[in-house]
């Protein structure tokens, strides 16, 4: 019996081992069946998901070609050879793309992916001519319809927005332009990385102005990091990496570090007149920045020489209105101005005037340079009504823009003081003088070239009028400041030492005079 129950037991532990070894087996295979089906299923949905994005590539594909055939199509419509002919053989640019502009809200307001692109391709050109006004309307509808469609992240949203900066840019509006070039950086960078193209791009639109905006600490490391990395991702040779260099020349232009801004400067040129030819844009931007650095080292024969030339291609490719013909013809009459050749300054200073104040308005930092160039000119062709008015327009100008103490309204102020001067219109000169001497200590110190050189002009001023005495305690403070600062033989303090001996003598003070000698 205890045999036969051990044998039971045994077989009874075979068998639950063997059912459990049976249950094991058959929920494997269930398993492998429902992973099979899982596979089956994610290999289907695979399947699926490769012919809808074979399916969307087509469609988007069928779209851009369909949406580059309406573009085609409209463009050569409205600015097809019979639509130009019908304009006469004197038709301008301008009015062919005003025959396209008038049409293309009506053409395409149920296909706005097509009108946006045409949107932008309008405003470019136009803004490349320099035609702002013309341009706003269609780059502000571009922008609004790349929101809707795309939203504000997105890369076409960064581009239209930086179109509008440029807009603004080019109008004067640099403060406006450097808010909106920083946000298309935020956004192209969060899209494509640190080094999208556009990202690149509008750094270095965003450091011209911070330039501008007198914050050239700020745009020195942007350039240099805009520039490296355009040089690594587009090549030495790009297009935009010809604007970066010679964006970051002019930077170091006006920080007065000429021998590299003059390397840049040339091998801006010679890479445009390499891959662009010499007639192209930025080519002759690049050449009018190396006549520029060559007037500020002294040399205006080559300077003039060269900027003359360029300007007459200027003229050729540009036109006579266009913005860029106004900077070269104002940079070519300061060139002939510091020559001594202020009839033939005249001319170019006043057409780079009408041109800039046109696209921008008077009130804007580069009108009110202009306006000051052109009112030195005319001070010294003797025409200083009219040279007085515009020396007032600079002052306030640039006090509203800048402030009161600012260094370049101090300046203008100066200038503004001296012009009535040379007529002997003293009672509007003193006290502009007075005032200005005493801003310029506080806002810039009586060390500062700008307080020595109105120290001695409010002298000299005195001295015109026979005030020796009231000039004298203004010479001493001139002439200690400027041997302090500038030296012994610097030019100001050697006039304003002679300024001082003249004064004493005529005081009386003979031993201090032959003390000074």
Same mark, same amino acid.
């Given at each position: 019996?205890?045999? #036969?129950? #051990? ?16 249950? &094991?087996? @058959? ?12 596979? *089956? ?14 399916? /969307? ?28 002919? @019908? ?7 301008? =009015? ?21 692109? !045409? ?14 006004? /013309? ?22 949203? @960064?581009?239209? !927005? ?49 330039? /501008?905006?007198? &914050?050239?600490?700020?745009? *020195? ?5 805009? !520039? ?31 021998? =590299? ?38 040399? !205006? ?44 300054? &005249? ?94 200590? +506080? ?22 009028? /026979? #005030?020796?005495?009231?000039? *004298? ?10 041997? +302090? ?11 304003? *030492? ?20």
């Amino acid at each position: 019996d205890r045999a #036969r129950r #051990r044998d039971y037991y045994r077989w009874l532990l075979v068998g639950v081992i063997g059912f459990a070894w049976q249950a &094991r087996v @058959a929920q494997r295979e269930r398993d492998d069946a429902v992973a099979a089906r899982r596979a *089956e299923a994610e290999e289907r949905a695979k399947a699926d998901r490769l012919a809808m994005a074979e399916s /969307e590539q087509r469609r988007l594909a069928e779209a851009s070609e369909q949406r580059a055939q309406a573009i085609n199509d409209f463009l050569l419509t409205r600015l097809g050879a019979a639509n130009v002919r @019908a304009l006469g053989r004197d038709a301008r640019v301008s =009015e062919v793309l005003d025959r396209a502009a008038s049409t293309v809200g009506a053409a395409f307001r149920d296909r706005p992916e097509v009108e946006v692109t !045409l949107r932008r391709i309008l405003g470019t050109t136009y803004l490349s001519l320099g035609m702002v006004d /013309e341009a706003s309307p269609h780059l502000e509808a571009a922008l609004e319809l790349d929101r809707e469609l795309h939203g504000e992240q997105s890369i076409d949203f @960064a581009r239209s !927005l930086g179109k509008t900066a440029s807009a603004l840019h080019q109008r004067g509006d640099v403060k406006g332009a450097a808010e909106a070039f920083e946000r298309v950086i935020g956004i192209a960078r969060r899209a494509g990385g640190d080094e999208h193209p556009l990202a690149l791009q509008a750094q270095v639109q965003f450091a011209n102005c911070l330039v /501008e905006l007198d &914050r050239r600490s700020e745009a *020195e490391p942007l350039l240099r990091a805009a !520039l490296a990395g355009m040089t690594r991702t587009l090549g030495r040779d790009d297009g935009d990496t010809q604007i970066a260099i010679n964006s970051l020349a002019v930077l170091l232009h006006h920080l007065g570090r000429l021998d =590299e801004a003059e390397s840049l400067y040339r091998e801006a040129a010679a890479l445009g007149e390499r891959a662009f030819g010499p007639e192209h844009p930025d080519t002759l931007t690049a050449l009018a920045n190396v006549a520029s650095v060559l007037r500020s080292r002294g040399d !205006l024969e080559a300077a003039e020489e060269l900027m003359a030339r360029t300007y007459d291609r200027v003229l050729g490719v540009f036109g006579e209105t266009h913005p860029k013909t106004g900077e070269v013809a104002g940079t070519l009459g300061e060139i002939y101005a510091d020559q001594g050749r202020f009839q033939a300054a &005249r001319p170019l200073l006043e057409t780079a005037l009408a041109i800039t104040s046109g696209v921008e308005g008077d009130g804007t930092v580069d009108v009110a340079r202009m306006k000051r160039n052109l009112a030195i000119t005319l001070g010294r062709l003797g025409e200083t009504t009219r040279a007085i008015e515009l020396l007032r327009d600079v002052v306030r100008v640039r006090t509203s823009l800048l402030g009161a103490e600012h260094r370049d309204t101090l300046i203008a102020t100066l200038d503004l003081g001296n012009a009535p001067v040379k007529d002997r219109q003293f009672d509007a000169a003193e006290p502009l003088f007075r005032d200005l001497v005493a801003t310029c200590v +506080r806002a810039v110190g009586e060390d500062d070239g700008t307080t020595i050189i109105a120290t001695n002009s409010y002298a000299v001023m005195l001295m015109s009028q /026979e #005030r020796y005495a009231d000039a *004298e305690p203004y010479l001493l403070d001139a002439l200690a400041a400027g041997r +302090r600062v500038q030296g012994e033989e610097h030019p100001n303090t050697v006039i304003t *030492e002679l300024n001082h001996v003249a004064a004493l003598r005529e005081i009386g003070y003979d031993r201090y005079v032959s003390a000074e000698a």
